[in-house]
């Protein structure tokens, strides 16, 4: 007998239970040799599920909702209780064990993006469950730019995990206090996926910025306004000529990402072709990073 398809707003029926959602992908997965797709999407899996088991998540570790491997990552679903513990302290822990093995690795290093969200799916042990707007959405945050940008700039020998976090996690969990990760170490980002009819407010996490950060996409007011197709507007500092390295609190980006501060944990994104006005910082058509960032303080995690 086929399947019924129901028709949309023909008449009410049960909301599904909300459940969280976790999915992460490999940077550079595609550009692999073929050999080695195989072994990383396995080793993949293994090691989220070794920061679980080390963040003391064992309840989630062994009740995954419809989980899937995706090639170059996973996306499992959960029961939302346990969103406060996943972004902290798994999100750091499962940094601190990507760091390790890229350490000891003689294979190609693992570097992942992850996307949290939260929404209704159908869970009642069927085939489809777990496909509904949440989950795409959760993997339309998993491929915005603001996460893509953010982990091609950072140090590959620092930075080995991004995070975004939908609006509604960063609502309901990191707003309302009920996890260990404080507003201040998130940043809103608008979340776009390219050729994609998508965009969300959402938050970045990193759990280990990286100098390079501060490095990409840095260029001069005139070339940067040049690119936008808008004048320059008048600054109280000279102008920076070309070529010479960023020193001041003014950063002007066209194609990239830049960080602004010194580099620790907190960053402030925007993309697009946007006019931003505060924090000293302009930019063309790039990715545009900045905040204040501070390492060395009492309890920061390494």
């Known amino acids: 007998m086929p399947t019924v398809v129901p028709a949309p707003y023909a008449k009410s029926r049960p909301l599904p239970p909300y459940r969280a959602l976790f999915a992460v992908d490999a940077k550079d997965f595609t550009g692999l040799p073929a050999v080695q797709h195989g072994p990383v999407s396995q080793l993949i899996p293994e090691l989220v599920d070794q920061a679980l088991e080390r963040a003391e998540l064992h309840e989630l570790r062994d009740s995954k909702r419809f989980p899937a491997n995706t090639g170059d990552g996973v996306v499992f679903g959960f029961d939302p209780a346990l969103l406060p513990f996943v972004l902290w302290p798994f999100l750091g822990v499962l940094d601190d064990i990507l760091g ?59 930075t ?112 697009g072709s946007t006019s931003y006005h505060g924090t000293n910082q302009h930019w063309g058509g790039g990715d545009n990073v900045a905040g204040d960032k501070r390492v060395g303080e009492a309890g920061d995690r390494r």
Not at 103 to 114: H, S
Not at 133 to 141: I, K, P, Q, S, V
């Open 100 to 158: 390790a093995y890229n350490r000891q690795c003689v294979g190609p290093r693992i570097r992942l993006r992850a996307s949290l969200h939260v929404g209704p799916l159908p869970d009642a042990d069927r085939p489809g469950d777990g496909n509904g707007t949440a989950r795409n959405d959760t993997h339309r945050l998993l491929d915005s730019r603001p996460v893509k940008a953010i982990l091609a700039a950072a140090s590959e020998q620092v």
């Open 160 to 271: 080995h995990l991004a995070a975004v976090i939908s609006q509604r996690v960063y609502e309901d969990v990191v707003l309302g206090a009920y996890t260990g990760l404080h507003p201040d170490r998130c940043v809103e980002v608008p979340a776009t996926v390219e050729g994609k009819n998508f965009s969300q407010r959402a938050w970045l996490y990193v759990p280990s910025p990286s100098g390079n950060l501060v490095q990409a996409g840095v260029q001069p007011r005139e070339e940067s306004a040049a690119q936008a197709g808008a004048p320059a507007e008048p600054e109280p500092d000279p102008v920076t000529p070309p070529g010479t390295p960023y020193s001041g609190n003014t950063q002007h980006v066209g194609e990239g990402a830049a960080v602004m501060g010194s580099v620790g944990r907190d960053i402030t994104y925007t993309g």
